[in-house]
């Protein structure tokens, strides 16, 4: 490898905040289903208090993901901002624990740490409520030239767009990587997040070298009903598109390159919540260390299918015994 | 138009004889669930005086698909062998009502009628017991090269190698497609028949240009247990793959043009019988009137979706009526 890392990746810092919820709270507190809801601090204090039995995790989307590469055994560095206050210590040290390097300076003053609050229905969905706080604080300065040039891949989510005054820090970084020759990934991360960026979007994938996207948010880039209309776009353009599709699997394709992969056999789905996450992983994991597509593809798969078959947004099983049980690595 | 005939078909002239049967009926005569089962004539005797309440409807792979097409507007050819009995009177009747022109000379002596006994047990699966009869006696002398040559396209069903008498008789149809520029399309039928000729229907891809399988057959006839390794394999062949998943849709592949496309939505599943059979009426609809290999496939899935919906092979409602109402044509 002729860099430092296989991966840096820049994210919103956030803790997730997790707790089990019927239906009737979710209306009661006027929570859209199964979707990502931006709030501020105040309704993030109050459905807090209103939540029973919540769990702490350190979550955040690309964050998860750089816990997923670590599992596989990738060199990761993670960038986004926290908050120096207790919630800012437990996402840092909930990295580091994993191996994933973490060296933003924690924010001194203004917004506490992001947090999202998760509500889980009896069905598996997951209704977010995200507090963006002391991540949207990320700037130019916590960007690193040499950090960038050091990985074979910059990755980062389309959530990131969410924080106007972040975006001067991911300009720096995909410039930095642009110079350096090194690929840029990126994940569209959420339907919504496209109905809100999907121009910028749109620009951006000139500069991007693979995309990943699940089946509703690509649906959303391209303004189309129509998975094949989604592909077949995809494949006029340059780079590797990963398109995720829950139990239908997934698709990777890149220009004449296609390939059709099924889902990881899993017993139960038990939390779909970082399946996006976990795929981005495996996936980036096999294009770092010399796979095929179709068998990033496979990577991918294999640590989405771990996640899904527990709480939670991270691994709890090495993901480097199952893809070396499965084969794959 | 160029020719007279959008498609000419060969295969089995069977009648069905369709019954309600419980496990144990299944148990009791050794027959083996869900899947095809060649039977002779004393077992097939049998079979129907055991069965209550049977009832007899024109079947047979291909013929089904030239009934499809004939719901579509296509204009066919049915090639197959019937005696003539009251079951090949009723089979020869049953395609002719629907359009489809038949003009296979009965059989005078020999065996009877072939015919298909399907046990349906509660669980909406079908057994089924084939009796080849005198569908076996098709010869040279019934294939018209002047028909073929006036067809786009010859359609052959991967169940007429089960009866070796009439090879000469498909050879000769297919050398008289070649010769006449006319496209050959090809279905693999069954998993176990794959099993039986795989070397011949491996060893004949290269007169094929269109091959319909479903999953299992495909994965059966290249020897893996991996959807994608399948679409790799077909998409170093020249000609068009159409590979059918059930309800995952279907993938269309002919070297660099894929397509993935989602199953047409399907209140209920009644019944699966020939999904397959109307999934080629659809494709070959398309393949004929110009359409693309997405809105051929489209096409498919739309008529494999009318089909599943109700008992029975063949379309009940105006496969041209809902392909218009879907945009289609």
Redesign the interface.
């Known amino acids: 490898m002729s860099s430092g890392y296989d991966v840096v990746g820049i994210g919103n810092a956030i803790v997730d905040i997790i707790a089990p919820a019927d239906d009737e709270f979710l209306a009661q507190h006027d929570i859209s289903k199964g979707v990502m809801t931006l709030i501020d601090a105040e309704r993030a204090a109050h459905l807090c208090g209103a939540l029973p039995m919540a769990q702490e995790a350190a979550g955040g989307s690309a964050a998860n993901t750089m816990a997923g590469l670590a599992s596989l055994g990738a060199i990761g560095l993670f960038v986004g901002k926290v908050k120096a206050d207790r919630l800012g210590e437990s996402f840092a040290s909930g990295l580091r624990e994993l191996g994933v390097r973490y060296t933003t300076p924690m924010a001194d003053g203004g917004p506490p740490t992001a947090c999202c609050i998760i509500a889980v229905t009896p069905d598996g969905q997951r209704s977010m409520s995200t507090y963006l706080g002391a991540s949207r604080e990320l700037t130019p300065a916590d960007i690193s030239d040499a950090d960038i040039a050091a990985a074979e891949v910059l990755y980062i989510e389309g959530y990131l767009w969410d924080m106007p005054d972040a975006k001067a820090a991911i300009n720096k970084a995909i410039a930095a990587a642009k110079a350096n020759r090194r690929k840029v990934a990126f994940t569209l991360s959420d339907p919504f997040c496209v109905g809100r960026w999907r121009a910028e979007f749109l620009a951006l994938l000139k500069d991007i070298d693979i995309l990943f996207a699940n089946e509703e948010e690509a649906k959303a880039l391209f303004e189309t009903e129509?998975?094949?209309a989604v592909?077949?776009k995809t494949?006029i353009w340059p780079g590797i598109a990963a398109l995720t599709r829950s139990e239908?699997g997934c698709?990777i394709?890149q220009g004449?390159e296609?390939?059709?992969?099924?889902a990881a056999p899993v017993e139960r789905v038990v939390d779909s919540t970082g399946a996006g996450d976990q795929f981005a992983a495996g996936f980036l994991y096999g294009i770092t260390h010399g796979k095929g597509l179709?068998q990033a593809g496979r990577l991918g798969g294999l640590a989405a299918g771990e996640v899904i078959s527990h709480y939670g947004a991270r691994p709890e099983t090495s993901l480097r015994t199952l893809a070396a049980d499965a084969g794959l690595v």
Chains 1, 2 share one sequence.
């Open positions: 129509d998975f094949d592909l077949q494949r239908k698709v394709a004449v296609v390939h059709v992969l099924d179709a």
